[in-house]
C-alpha cells in the first residue's frame, strides 16, 4: 500500500536509499529491483524513477553514499600518530573505534566487507579505492615508526595492519555474540603484547 506521508525530495531520496540498502545486505542484490524496492519503501514504482532514473541509477547513488558514509567514519577512527607513546594502546583504540563503528552500522559494512554475489561493479571499485587510501594512511603512520621502532616496509605493515582488522570486523559481522567487540580486541592486545614495538616494555 502506497505511503501517503509528506517528505520532502532528499528526504524520499534518503528513503529510497535505505530500502535499497536493506534488501542488499539481507537478501544479496539480485533481490534489489524497482519493484522490490518500491514495495519496501511503502512507495510506488514511479516515484523511484523519478528520484534515480532507473536500477543502475539507484544503485550507484547507493554506493556512493555507502562508501562516502564508510569512509567518513574511518576517517574519524585511523590512527593519526604512532610514534609518539605505546603503538600498542594507539592500535588498540584504533580497532575499537573500527569495531564500534561497524556494529552502529552494520548493513552498511556488510555492502562494504561482505558484498554480496551481484554486487555491481562500482561497489567493488569504490572498496579497492577506499582499501587504499587506508592502508596509504596506515604506511604512513609505520613509516614515521612505533615508539622507536621502524617498519622494515610500511606498506607490507599497513596491509597486515589492515586485513587483520578486516577480518576482525567481518567475524563481529557475521555473529556478534560469538564475537564481540571485546574478545577480538582482547585477543588483538595478546598479539600486540608479543611484539616489541621500540621504546614500548
Known amino acids: 500500500m502506497a505511503t501517503t ?16 540498502k536493506a534488501l542488499a545486505a539481507r537478501d544479496g542484490f539480485h533481490a534489489v529491483s524497482i519493484e522490490a524496492v518500491a514495495r519496501a519503501a511503502g512507495i510506488t514504482r514511479p516515484i523511484v524513477y523519478s528520484h534515480f532514473g532507473d536500477l543502475q541509477g539507484l544503485l550507484e547513488a ?44 552494520p548493513d552498511t559494512w ?12 562500482i561497489l567493488r571499485e569504490r572498496i579497492a579505492g577506499g582499501r587504499a587510501a587506508v592502508v596509504a594512511h596506515l604506511a604512513q603512520n609505520a613509516a614515521t615508526g612505533f615508539g622507536s621502532g621502524r617498519s622494515p616496509d610500511p606498506e607490507l605493515t599497513a596491509r597486515m595492519l589492515s586485513a587483520t582488522s578486516d577480518a576482525d570486523a567481518r567475524l563481529l559481522l557475521d555473529d556478534p555474540e560469538r564475537f564481540p567487540v571485546e574478545r577480538l580486541l582482547a585477543h588483538t592486545r595478546w598479539i600486540l603484547e608479543q611484539f616489541r614495538f621500540g621504546g614500548a616494555p
Not at 553514499?65 to 577512527?77: F, H, I, K, P, Y
Open 5 to 20: 506521508t509528506r517528505m520532502t525530495a532528499e528526504e524520499r531520496r534518503e528513503q529510497v536509499l535505505d530500502a535499497t
Open 62 to 105: 547507493l554506493v556512493e553514499r555507502e562508501s562516502a558514509r564508510a569512509l567518513s567514519q574511518l576517517a574519524s577512527v585511523l590512527p593519526s600518530d604512532l610514534e609518539h607513546g605505546d603503538p600498542r594502546e594507539v592500535l588498540l583504540a584504533a580497532l575499537r573505534g573500527y569495531l564500534e563503528v561497524v556494529a552502529s552500522d
Open 110 to 121: 556488510r555492502l562494504i566487507l561482505m558484498p554480496t554475489e551481484g554486487a555491481p561493479e
